[in-house]
Nanobody, 120 residues
Framework: QVQLVESGGGLVQAGGSLRLSCAAS????????MGWYRQAPGKQRELVAS???????NYADSVKGRFTISRDNAKNTVYLQMNSLKPEDTAVYYC??????????????WGQGTQVTVSS
């Protein structure tokens, strides 16, 4: 049983910053990839950033240079530092984790989401 809990969302003015956190808990053998997705009203869910257990990061073009993803493997926690926020960043942000729950079994888990709203 694996749970992902996000925190850090909120309302911020354009140009401001927020840091999102996502902690995984439960029966975890290891986590290969952790990432952040977002979904704005009327739009499809999109990948924002992801990071492997070896700290290899990937970013959507729209957030490169503004967002930084990092993780603490000992805590099974992933962070998303969001700087220079824009109104178009407004969305529900979802944490995702590719979790190895046994030595042979992997599964994909999602958090409940946290709202990020950026005002003009």
């Amino acid at each position: 049983q694996v749970q992902l809990v996000e925190s850090g969302g909120g309302l911020v003015q354009a140009g401001g910053s927020l840091r999102l956190s996502c902690a995984a808990s439960g029966s975890i053998f290891s986590i290969y990839v952790m990432g952040w997705y977002r979904q704005a009203p009327g739009k499809q869910r999109e990948l924002v950033a992801s990071v492997t257990s070896g700290a290899s990061a990937n970013y959507a073009d729209s957030v490169k240079g503004r967002f930084t993803i990092s993780r603490d493997n000992a805590k099974n926690t992933v962070y998303l530092q969001m700087n220079s926020l824009k109104p178009e960043d407004t969305a529900v942000y979802y944490c995702n984790a590719d979790v190895r729950v046994t030595s042979l079994y992997r599964d994909d888990y999602w958090g409940q989401g946290t709202q990020v709203t950026v005002s003009s």
